[in-house]
């Protein structure tokens, strides 16, 4: 199979470095171009017109630089991945306008394990009225939104699935941590947490690449990480 070829944003950042390390040992991935500030390295900027220079675009950068990523993609016609996180309204409403055009998947985790998280949370709809339930993620001390997106994500979720309002995900930001998320369940005579936690960047990354894979044949459409796994009926 011939690889696919991938313009990585965000390429000169921690997650964007970790993308390139990982495609060097996988031989159906080919990162064309590398995209990050100008001046920053030997990165690029955004192609300005042309052919398309690549099958697919993975995104980690930041949401003022996703905006013109995506209207980069609907201009070229090319289907994106983002992780980036931080977003507001409108970037949800770009990411939709820009799916009617090309395949677009976005996800706050990249993680197979938060994706598995998420299906668990549905099985608490069942006793909603006997738990009180409150979300708590920690990151390392440099991440610039909180609560993370993944919290948000998760709280969305499990709002969904106990039908009730919960109280805010608590953020604690320190150290190295690459991302724990943690749910706890509180009953008056037990109590359940259920505790995911990355253990490197290099989870996302390889999640990322291989949501790349899978939406590089698909048609236009909003996706999310869960589409690509086949957990249909869940969004992230
Ligand atoms: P980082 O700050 O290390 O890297 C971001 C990169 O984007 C930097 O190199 C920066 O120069 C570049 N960038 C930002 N604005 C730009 C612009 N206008 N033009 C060109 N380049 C620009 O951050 P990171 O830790 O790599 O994370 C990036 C994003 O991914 C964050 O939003 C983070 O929360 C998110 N993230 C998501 C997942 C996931 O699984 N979805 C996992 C980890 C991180």
Same mark, same amino acid.
Request: glycine share 4%; hydrophobic share 45%; with cysteine.
């Given at each position: 199979m011939k690889p696919i070829k991938v313009l990585l944003t965000g390429a000169a950042g921690r997650m964007g470095q970790e993308i390139v390390e990982l495609a060097k040992s996988d031989s159906q991935i080919q990162i064309v171009l590398k995209v990050d500030r100008p001046g920053k390295g030997d990165f690029a900027s955004l192609p300005s017109s042309g052919a398309r220079p690549a099958d697919v675009v993975v995104d980690f950068s930041a949401p003022e630089f996703l905006r013109d990523i995506l209207?980069?993609?609907?201009?070229? %016609?090319?289907?994106? !991945? #983002?992780?980036?996180?931080?977003?507001?309204?409108?970037d949800y409403e770009?990411?939709? %306008?820009?799916?009617?055009?090309?395949?677009?998947?976005?996800?706050?985790?990249? #993680?197979?394990?938060?994706?598995?998280?998420?299906q668990l949370l549905k099985s608490f709809g069942? !006793?909603?009225?006997?738990?009180?339930?409150?979300?708590?993620?920690?990151?390392?001390?440099? %991440?610039?939104?909180?609560?993370?997106?993944?919290?948000?994500?998760?709280?969305?979720?499990?709002?969904?699935? !106990?039908?009730?309002?919960? #109280?805010?995900?608590?953020?604690?930001r320190g150290g190295g !941590?690459?991302?724990?998320?943690?749910?706890?369940v509180m009953g008056e005579e037990e109590t359940i947490t259920i505790e995911h936690t990355a253990l490197n960047r290099r989870v996302f990354a390889r999640g990322a690449l291989r949501a790349a894979q899978w939406l590089a044949t698909q048609s236009p459409g909003l996706y999310t990480v869960n589409d690509a796994l086949g957990f249909h009926g869940a969004k992230n």
């Open positions: 209207n980069w993609c609907l201009q070229t %016609k090319t289907p994106i !991945v #983002s992780g980036t996180t931080g977003l507001i309204d409108t770009l990411l939709k %306008k820009v799916s009617h055009t090309v395949p677009v998947l976005w996800s706050a985790n990249m #993680s197979m394990g938060i994706a598995l998280v998420a069942a !006793v909603a009225d006997e738990f009180t339930f409150q979300i708590e993620e920690v990151h390392h001390h440099r %991440k610039v939104d909180a609560p993370s997106g993944t919290a948000l994500y998760l709280q969305r979720e499990l709002e969904a699935a !106990v039908d009730k309002t919960v #109280s805010p995900p608590l953020s604690i !941590v690459f991302g724990i998320h943690k749910i706890w």
